[in-house]
């Protein structure tokens, strides 16, 4: 605007009817606004889009790595371990250790998949991470495969428990039962850090307990007895494999505890190697000395050829295996239902293990059954499909 009479440029009106130093600073004020959103915009895209697979602190420090691990391959050593052999008698050894170390590529790729998801998004559950890449449906999709899992899980764990309890005190399997879903469920309740420091040491026992049962039956083996294929039991050999190697639902807990995504896929790597060669080694003794007429729970067949001692031995290994896998897929369950459901600690933990409990005290105890229903159907989707469908979802947004 020309200026004829001499009046200073700070007090000359603008056609707006406000003084143009006024104008200015207020265009000077919706320059910067317009910034600030746009950085704002871009940390967040970038926060969205990028996976951190740099070392990611999310919280102070509760387990150790060496807790970690043993939550990881104590959640994947329970009744699955006890199945492989009996599973694997239907196949014949070659074929059952081709299927093992398949299924065990394909889970560890998947589990990678949801630490990588959980990382980026502050350690998030896996109905989480499913809703924030598949959407609303995806996540309830996601929690309602991981409940059907865990409750097949859980309800397979105290029915075998009852037997086991049963075997080695004398008491009925109700009553075992009962003790083991009590106590199991208290540490449970208690959370992560109690559970680290319960598997770390039922770990340790565990390990020296396969190997003991290993050395006894080596005198035993024939490698004739293993050495027979038969792809009728194909699908049976398949679903308990992936039974048997399911642990993503502890992941996002573990790389919580850890605080570090570096750190905790280390681990992930060797809770996949450790149970793979211990599930070989366990499976192939038990083939070469029983071979096709290898018992449900299979180191129940110690019996036997050793008599009571043989009886002991062959039911601490499912005492132990049973107990750090229902804590560790109870414990993963809960923590679901806390962080998708927002429910508080006390109702997700009633919605975890009570459940299963009225079913089994209902009258439902077949052991072998529950544990393929939770395998074919929970297992499949929750550790397999969902995860690759998070994965192309993810990949497809980012482009």
Known sequence: MPITDGTPKSKVTTSHG?????????????????????LQLVRRRKCAAALRTSTIRVEKRHITRGEALAILVGTQIGAGVLGL??????????????????????????????????????????????????????????????????????????AGMGSVFQ???????TLGAAIFWVLASIVVYHGLEASGKTELIMSYIMLALFVGVTLMLAPHAK??????VDWSGLLSITGVAIFALGCHTVIPDVYKGLGSYEETKK????????????????????????????????????QLLYGKLGNVVGNLIPLLAITTSYIGIALAQQSNSEEFVRMRRPYAWALTVIPP????FAGVRNFADV????????????????????????RLRRR
């Open 18 to 38: 406000r003084y143009y130093a006024e104008r200015m600073a207020l265009a000077r004020r919706k320059k910067l606004r317009r910034r600030a959103t746009l």
């Open 223 to 228: 490698l004739s007895n293993g050495l027979y």
């Open 85 to 158: 052999p009996y599973a694997a008698s239907k196949v014949g050894l070659i074929p059952a250790l081709g299927v093992l170390v398949g299924v065990m590529f394909l889970m560890l790729g998947t589990a990678f998949i949801v630490l990588r998801l959980s990382a980026a998004m502050n350690g998030a559950q896996m109905s989480t991470a499913a809703s924030r890449t598949l959407g609303k449906a995806g996540g309830w999709f996601m929690y309602a495969s991981i409940f059907i899992m865990s409750f097949g899980a859980l309800l397979a764990y105290i």
């Open 267 to 302: 681990v992930v790597v060797l809770a996949f190697l450790i149970p793979t060669a211990i599930y070989a080694v366990f499976m192939a003794a038990f083939l070469l000395v029983f071979g096709r007429d290898t018992p449900q729970i299979a180191t129940q067949g110690l």
């Open 371 to 394: 544990l393929a229903f939770a395998g074919d159907t929970g297992d499949m989707l929750a550790f397999i499909v969902l995860p690759i469908l998070m994965w192309l979802a993810y």
């Open 167 to 173: 075997s080695l005190f004398g008491i009925s399997d």
């Open 357 to 360: 409990a009225i079913v089994y």
